[in-house]
């Protein structure tokens, strides 16, 4: 079985431009969260969505938008980029609340 | 606020020694803690531990959650230079939301 998949897998933006990251869940699973990880740091929650709701958000500017699709598929936006916006953002998929399963991430790097 | 605190951030061991990696937690309605391993980018599911006390092995890891000191440890016997990663603890509340430690990084020397 497929695991999450995420798209693109870089990304070169310069300041205040926009984005949009791309994931797919395992089949399956309701449940899509998106983490930033900083260089040298433990994953921050950005975003939990279940069943095409938002369940939580983090500690995270407006600027950061999320939702999920009808096939549980779910994009992550991020307007006026900052260069401290430059991260590996990775998007986790679960069934309910049970252990989440990574992809293999989005590296974006601010110029 | 939720924090989770791993410790030491960082060890270098020979092949063949065992590690021990702490992580500490005060989370709100703490529900489960997660011990994940990532290498070059996902990180990847170990162990899940809800209950004080007992342990969950894997091969050469264990772990086991207490909590009553609010803490949870990471065994690895036999290091081998494929356990060489970064070691993340991370606490998971009643709604599923994750709070993850800074990670501890482990490098396994031949």
């Known amino acids: 079985d497929a695991g999450v998949t995420q798209s693109p897998t870089h990304l070169i933006k310069t300041r205040g431009q926009q984005v949009t990251l791309r994931c797919s869940p395992i089949?399956?699973?309701?449940?899509v969260s998106w983490y930033q990880q900083v260089l040298g740091q433990g994953p921050q929650f950005i975003f939990q969505?279940?069943?095409?709701?938002?369940?939580g958000r983090g500690n995270f500017p407006d600027r950061f938008s999320a939702r999920q699709f009808p096939n549980y598929s779910s994009e992550l936006n991020v307007n006026a980029l900052l260069l401290g916006d430059s991260a590996l953002y990775l998007c986790?998929?679960?069934?309910?609340?049970?252990?989440?399963?990574f992809g293999p991430g989005t590296r974006l790097t601010v110029l | 606020e939720d924090k989770v605190v791993q410790s030491p951030l960082s060890l270098v061991v020979h092949e063949g020694d065992t590690v021990t990696l702490n992580c500490s937690y005060e989370?709100?309605?703490?529900?489960?803690l997660l011990w994940y391993k990532q290498e070059k980018k996902a990180p990847t599911f170990l162990f899940m531990l809800?209950?004080?006390?007992i342990e969950k092995k894997s091969g050469r890891l264990s772990s086991i959650l207490d909590k009553k000191e609010l803490s949870s440890i990471l065994n690895i016997t036999a290091t081998q230079t494929g356990d060489s990663a970064i070691y993340l603890c991370?606490?998971?509340?009643?709604?599923?939301?994750?709070?993850f430690g800074a990670g501890t990084q482990v490098v396994v020397t031949p």
């Open positions: 809800t209950s004080s006390g």
């Open positions: 991370v606490s998971s509340d009643s709604w599923g939301k994750l709070q």
């Open positions: 986790a998929s679960s069934f309910g609340l049970a252990v989440q399963f």
């Open positions: 089949s399956g699973h309701k449940s």
């Open positions: 989370v709100t309605n703490f529900r489960s």
């Open positions: 969505y279940y069943e095409k709701e938002e369940r």
